[in-house]
Protein backbone atom coordinates (compact mmCIF):
# COMPACT_ATOMS: atom_id res chain seq x y z
CA UNK A 1 0.00 0.00 0.00
CA UNK A 2 1.33 3.48 -1.11
CA UNK A 3 0.90 6.94 -0.01
CA UNK A 4 -0.24 9.41 -2.38
CA UNK A 5 -0.73 12.81 -1.79
CA UNK A 6 -4.33 14.15 -2.95
CA UNK A 7 -4.57 16.32 -5.94
CA UNK A 8 -7.44 18.45 -4.52
CA UNK A 9 -5.87 19.61 -0.94
CA UNK A 10 -2.35 18.18 -0.91
CA UNK A 11 -2.99 15.47 2.12
CA UNK A 12 -1.16 12.28 2.31
CA UNK A 13 -3.47 9.30 2.37
CA UNK A 14 -3.90 5.38 0.76
CA UNK A 15 -3.98 5.05 -2.68
CA UNK A 16 -6.48 2.16 -1.66
CA UNK A 17 -8.77 4.83 -0.37
CA UNK A 18 -11.16 5.96 -2.79
CA UNK A 19 -11.82 9.57 -1.62
CA UNK A 20 -9.55 11.75 0.37
CA UNK A 21 -10.13 11.46 4.18
CA UNK A 22 -9.64 15.16 4.07
CA UNK A 23 -11.83 16.69 1.49
CA UNK A 24 -13.46 13.58 -0.36
CA UNK A 25 -11.23 14.50 -3.81
CA UNK A 26 -12.28 11.29 -5.67
CA UNK A 27 -10.55 11.09 -9.18
CA UNK A 28 -13.35 9.10 -10.91
CA UNK A 29 -15.84 11.68 -10.02
CA UNK A 30 -14.14 15.02 -11.11
CA UNK A 31 -12.92 13.28 -14.50
CA UNK A 32 -16.79 12.68 -15.64
CA UNK A 33 -17.96 15.79 -13.88
CA UNK A 34 -15.00 17.61 -16.37
CA UNK A 35 -16.57 15.57 -18.91
CA UNK A 36 -20.14 16.28 -18.77
CA UNK A 37 -19.13 19.90 -17.85
CA UNK A 38 -16.86 20.54 -21.00
CA UNK A 39 -18.70 19.09 -24.01
CA UNK A 40 -22.10 19.03 -23.05
CA UNK A 41 -22.94 15.79 -23.77
CA UNK A 42 -21.75 16.98 -27.20
CA UNK A 43 -18.69 14.17 -29.00
CA UNK A 44 -15.53 15.05 -30.60
CA UNK A 45 -15.73 12.50 -32.50
CA UNK A 46 -19.39 13.37 -33.54
CA UNK A 47 -17.73 16.82 -34.35
CA UNK A 48 -14.98 15.67 -36.57
CA UNK A 49 -17.45 13.16 -38.29
CA UNK A 50 -19.63 16.12 -39.22
CA UNK A 51 -16.84 18.52 -40.11
CA UNK A 52 -15.40 15.70 -42.77
CA UNK A 53 -18.72 14.83 -44.57
CA UNK A 54 -20.70 17.76 -44.12
CA UNK A 55 -18.14 20.45 -43.38
CA UNK A 56 -18.84 22.46 -46.41
CA UNK A 57 -22.14 22.93 -45.11
CA UNK A 58 -20.49 24.26 -41.32
CA UNK A 59 -22.83 20.74 -39.62
CA UNK A 60 -19.42 21.25 -37.33
CA UNK A 61 -19.89 24.59 -36.70
CA UNK A 62 -23.73 24.30 -36.31
CA UNK A 63 -22.99 21.18 -33.58
CA UNK A 64 -20.65 23.24 -31.75
CA UNK A 65 -22.95 26.01 -31.69
CA UNK A 66 -21.11 27.98 -33.44
CA UNK A 67 -24.02 29.24 -35.10
CA UNK A 68 -22.49 32.35 -36.50
CA UNK A 69 -20.00 30.75 -38.58
CA UNK A 70 -21.96 27.84 -39.41
CA UNK A 71 -24.34 30.20 -41.21
CA UNK A 72 -21.63 31.66 -42.97
CA UNK A 73 -19.85 28.75 -44.07
CA UNK A 74 -23.36 27.44 -45.45
CA UNK A 75 -24.08 30.58 -47.25
CA UNK A 76 -20.81 30.16 -48.95
CA UNK A 77 -21.23 26.88 -50.10
CA UNK A 78 -25.18 26.90 -51.14
CA UNK A 79 -25.10 30.70 -52.59
CA UNK A 80 -21.63 30.24 -53.56
CA UNK A 81 -22.42 27.14 -55.54
CA UNK A 82 -22.41 28.71 -58.92
CA UNK A 83 -19.29 30.47 -58.39
CA UNK A 84 -16.33 28.54 -57.01
CA UNK A 85 -14.75 30.63 -54.90
CA UNK A 86 -16.92 30.82 -51.97
CA UNK A 87 -17.09 26.56 -51.94
CA UNK A 88 -13.67 26.59 -52.08
CA UNK A 89 -12.88 28.77 -48.78
CA UNK A 90 -15.96 26.79 -47.33
CA UNK A 91 -14.28 23.99 -48.22
CA UNK A 92 -10.24 25.17 -46.89
CA UNK A 93 -11.81 26.29 -44.12
CA UNK A 94 -13.81 22.93 -42.97
CA UNK A 95 -10.47 21.36 -43.59
CA UNK A 96 -9.30 23.36 -40.94
CA UNK A 97 -11.75 22.51 -38.73
CA UNK A 98 -11.11 19.36 -38.66
CA UNK A 99 -7.15 19.90 -38.24
CA UNK A 100 -8.36 21.87 -35.30
CA UNK A 101 -10.65 19.68 -34.14
CA UNK A 102 -7.82 17.20 -33.91
CA UNK A 103 -5.56 18.65 -32.19
CA UNK A 104 -7.90 19.95 -29.52
CA UNK A 105 -9.64 15.72 -28.98
CA UNK A 106 -8.81 16.13 -25.18
CA UNK A 107 -9.78 19.78 -24.69
CA UNK A 108 -13.39 19.88 -26.31
CA UNK A 109 -13.82 23.05 -24.20
CA UNK A 110 -11.83 24.98 -27.01
CA UNK A 111 -14.04 23.93 -29.75
CA UNK A 112 -17.79 23.67 -28.11
CA UNK A 113 -19.70 26.67 -27.08
CA UNK A 114 -20.89 26.32 -23.45
CA UNK A 115 -24.58 27.14 -23.08
ZN1 LIG B 1 -8.05 16.03 -0.33
Redesign the pocket.
Known amino acids: MAMIY??????R?SDKAKA??????TSEETLSKKVNELVNGKSMVVYLILAWFLGIFGAHRFYAGKTGSAVAMLLMSTLGFFLIVPVVISAIWALVDIIVGICNINTPEKIFVKK
Do not use: D, I, L, S
Open positions: CRECGAHCPKCGY
